[in-house]
C-alpha cells in the first residue's frame, strides 16, 4: 500500500492575510506552514521533504506541489499508484459547528459576531473545509483524488503518531502541545499496539493554549511569533526567572488532572491581548537585553512548570514507562530536559519531525494503520532524517560550472576530503558542508550544516555576524561522538540526542575546551553521531579530534537569518557565495572562491 502523506493550503496564507491581518511580523501565524510531503510504500517512510526546501520561502504554508512530485519522482510511482492522501487536518462539519458554538457564546457584540463568523466561514469555504481540499489537490496537481481515499488525521493525533513511528512503535504515553489544531492546543495520552487513547479529562482548549502565550511573549520582545520562539528560549539563560513568577501568579493557572487555563482566552483575531499584562507585570517594555531576558527567563519558566504539571497527571494514568514529546512545543529542548529528569519515565523521546514538518509522516502513518487492508501500524523499522533530495556527482559538477567565474574547486577521494577538512578545522574558519540526502524537520542534522571549530571563544560571533547575520546573543550546538557525549556533558537518563532535542550541562573540565559551543548558562543543545548516522561526517569528527584533542564540532543550519537551509547545490553555492564561509565541502569536492573578500 503507498500513502501519500499532505499538508498545506493554496489559499490559506491569503486568507488569513486578508481576513486575520497575517502579514508582516504575523506572515507565519497560519495553519498549513511548515508545509511539505511525505511518502510510505509498504509501510516504509521512502521520501519527506518540506515545501520551503524546494520553493525558497521559509515556513511556507502553500499547497506542497513540489514537494509531492518529489516524493512521487523519488519513488518512481505516479498519482494513480497511490491507495490512499493523508492530510493532518481534519476540519469536519462537527469542528465548523463547535467553533459557530464557541464563538456564539463568546463575550462580544453580535455585529463583531457576526463578523467573526463570516471570516470564518471564508477560511473554512477558501482553504480548511474537506471540499476545499480536495478541490485544492486537484487544481494544483492535476490528479482528482477518490474522496473515499482521502483521509483527514485530527492534527494532534498525526503529531502523535510521528513520535510513535520514529520511536520505532513502542508502546508510549505521550505529551501533544503547539499553538492550536482543529479545537485543542494539548493533548495527553497513550498508543498501544498502535491504537490511540486520549485521555480527555486533560485536553486543553485551543484558547488557552501556552504555545501560543509564549509566541505572544515571542512578539511582545520584537521577534517573529511562530518562527523566533527559539531566540527567546536562548535569551533565557541571560537572566533568572523572577520570584514570585507573575506568569504562574497571573496569567496561568494550573487545575486538576493536569488541565490549565489562562486569564483570558488567547484571541486569534488580537494577537496582542497579552502585551498589557505584559507591561503590568514586568514594566514597561524596553529594548534591552536585560528586560527581554527576564521576560524571557519567566516564560521559560512557565512552560517546564505547566508541561510538568501535564507530565504528573499523565503519570497517574499510564503504566507505560517510555514518553513520546510533539509538537511545537517539543522544540523546546531546554524544557525537554528538564521534562524528562522530573518525571518517572525511563526514557523520553523528541522527533526530528516534532513541529508540524511532521504531521505529514504522522498522518501517513495513521491513515495507514486504521485502514482494513494492512495489519496495524507499519512495521518498525529505523527511521532516518535524510529523507529528502540527494544530488548526483553531474549535478554538482553542472552547478560548479554555473559558477565556475566566481568559485575554484578541487575533487577529492573520501579519506583525501576528511584528511583536508580536518586540517582546515583546527583553524578558525567556518565550513559549508553538503552531503547526500537533505534532512527533514527544522534542524541540520549533519548533511546541510555549517561546521567550525568550538575550541575558540569567539568563533560564535565570527558566524553570527559573518556568516549567519543573526543576533549575537545566539548559541551553537555541538554534534559529538554517542559514545564520548556522556564523558563531555552531563547527559542525565539520555544516553544519546541524535536530533538536537535535548540540551545537556557541558561538564565542568570541558568548558574551556568548548567555550564556542557552550552557551551562557553552561549547557550545549546536543546531537549525537554514529556511523550509522552520518558516516561520513562522523569519521570527519573522529579525525578532527584526534588532531586537536576537541572532542566536538560546531553544527549550524546551512542558512542565513530568513532562509530555508539549503537543499540543492546551487543554493550551497548562492549561501557561500552571499556570506563569509571560508570553504564548502560540495559532496566530494573542495570549494573555494576565486578573490577571497578581505
Known amino acids: 500500500m503507498i500513502v501519500l502523506g499532505c499538508n498545506g493550503f493554496t489559499r490559506g496564507a491569503e486568507v488569513f492575510a486578508d481576513k486575520f491581518g497575517a502579514v508582516g511580523i504575523e506572515k507565519h501565524y497560519v495553519l498549513g506552514h511548515d508545509a511539505g510531503a511525505a511518502l510510505l510504500v509498504d509501510g516504509k517512510l521512502v521520501a519527506a521533504v518540506e515545501e520551503e526546501r524546494l520553493n525558497r520561502e521559509k515556513k511556507t504554508s502553500d499547497f506542497p506541489f513540489q514537494a509531492v512530485n518529489w516524493c512521487l519522482e523519488e519513488a518512481g510511482i505516479e498519482f494513480s499508484d497511490i491507495d490512499l492522501i493523508a492530510v493532518p487536518w481534519n476540519f469536519s462539519d462537527s469542528i465548523f459547528n463547535t467553533l459557530m458554538s464557541e464563538l456564539a457564546a463568546a463575550p462580544l457584540r453580535p455585529v463583531e459576531k457576526a463578523e467573526r463568523l463570516s471570516r470564518l466561514s471564508e477560511l473554512f469555504d477558501k482553504a480548511l473545509s474537506r471540499e476545499a481540499i480536495l478541490a485544492d489537490f486537484a487544481e494544483r496537481t492535476g490528479f482528482t483524488p477518490d474522496p473515499d481515499r482521502v483521509v483527514f488525521v485530527q492534527h494532534h493525533l498525526a503529531h502523535a503518531m510521528t513520535g510513535y513511528y520514529m520511536a520505532g512503535k513502542k508502546d508510549s504515553a505521550f505529551l501533544i502541545s503547539d499553538g492550536r489544531a482543529e479545537l485543542f492546543s494539548s493533548v495527553v495520552g497513550e498508543i498501544r499496539d498502535g491504537h490511540i487513547r486520549v ?17 505572544s511573549v515571542t512578539r511582545y520582545l520584537g521577534f517573529v511569533p511562530n518562527n523566533d520562539e527559539y531566540k527567546v528560549m536562548g535569551l533565557s539563560a541571560f537572566a533568572e526567572a523572577p520570584s514570585p513568577n ?11 488532572d493536569g488541565r490549565y ?16 499584562l505584559f507591561e503590568q507585570h514586568f514594566g514597561p517594555f524596553q529594548d534591552t537585553v536585560e528586560y527581554k531576558a527576564s521576560l524571557a527567563a519567566a516564560a521559560q519558566e512557565m512552560v517546564t512548570a505547566v508541561t510538568s504539571h501535564q507530565l504528573r497527571a499523565l503519570q497517574t494514568r499510564t503504566d507505560l514507562d ?28 523528541v522527533s526530528f519531525g516534532a513541529s508540524d514538518t511532521g504531521v505529514v509522516i504522522g498522518a501517513a502513518v495513521h491513515a495507514w494503520a486504521q485502514h482494513p487492508d494492512t495489519s496495524g501500524t507499519p512495521r518498525a523499522e529505523t527511521v532516518t532524517p535524510y529523507l529528502g533530495p540527494a544530488y548526483e556527482e553531474s549535478a554538482i559538477e553542472r552547478a ?5 567565474d566566481r568559485v575554484q574547486w578541487t575533487r577529492l577521494t573520501e579519506d583525501e576530503l576528511i584528511d583536508q577538512v580536518a586540517d582546515l578545522l583546527t583553524e578558525k574558519v567556518v565550513i559549508g558542508w553538503f552531503q547526500g540526502r537533505l534532512e527533514h524537520g527544522p534542524r541540520a542534522l549533519g548533511h546541510r550544516s555549517i561546521l567550525a571549530n568550538p575550541k575558540f571563544p569567539d568563533i560564535k560571533d565570527v558566524i553570527n555576524t559573518r556568516v549567519k547575520h543573526r543576533e549575537p546573543f545566539r548559541p551553537f550546538a555541538p554534534i559529538v561522538l554517542e559514545h564520548d557525549a556522556p564523558k563531555i556533558f552531563e547527559m542525565g537518563r539520555k544516553n544519546r540526542s541524535p536530533y538536537m532535542t535535548f540540551v545537556f550541562p557541558v561538564r565542568p573540565e570541558y568548558h574551556d575546551v568548548i567555550p564556542g559551543a557552550t552557551h551562557v548558562d553552561g549547557t550545549s543543545r546536543v546531537q549525537t553521531l554514529t556511523d550509522q548516522d552520518a558516516p561520513l561526517l562522523t569519521a570527519l569528527l573522529r579525525r578532527f579530534t584526534a588532531r586537536t584533542d576537541v572532542p566536538c564540532l560546531i553544527n549550524t543550519s546551512f542558512n542565513v537569518a530568513g532562509e530555508p537551509i539549503v537543499c540543492s547545490p546551487s543554493d550551497a553555492l548562492n549561501c557561500f557565495l552571499g556570506t563569509e564561509i571560508d570553504y564548502l565541502v560540495l559532496g566530494n569536492h573542495l570549494v573555494t572562491k576565486t578573490s577571497r573578500p578581505a
Request: hydrophobic share 35%; charged share 25%; with cysteine.
Open 199 to 215: 485521555f480527555d479529562e486533560s485536553t486543553i482548549s485551543a484558547n488557552d493554549s501556552i504555545g501560543n502565550l509564549y509566541a
Open 246 to 256: 507573575p506568569f504562574l501568579e497571573h496569567i496561568v493557572q494550573l487545575h486538576d
Open 261 to 276: 487555563t489562562l486569564c483570558r482566552p488567547h484571541d486569534v483575531e488580537n494577537p496582542r491581548c497579552f502585551d498589557d
Open 322 to 349: 517510555h514518553l513520546i514529546f510533539e509538537g511545537g512545543l517539543a522544540l523546546n529542548c531546554v524544557n525537554n530536559t528538564h521534562l524528562l529528569e522530573g518525571s518517572r519515565f525511563e526514557d523520553m523521546t
Open 400 to 404: 560548479l560550472h554555473d559558477f565556475e
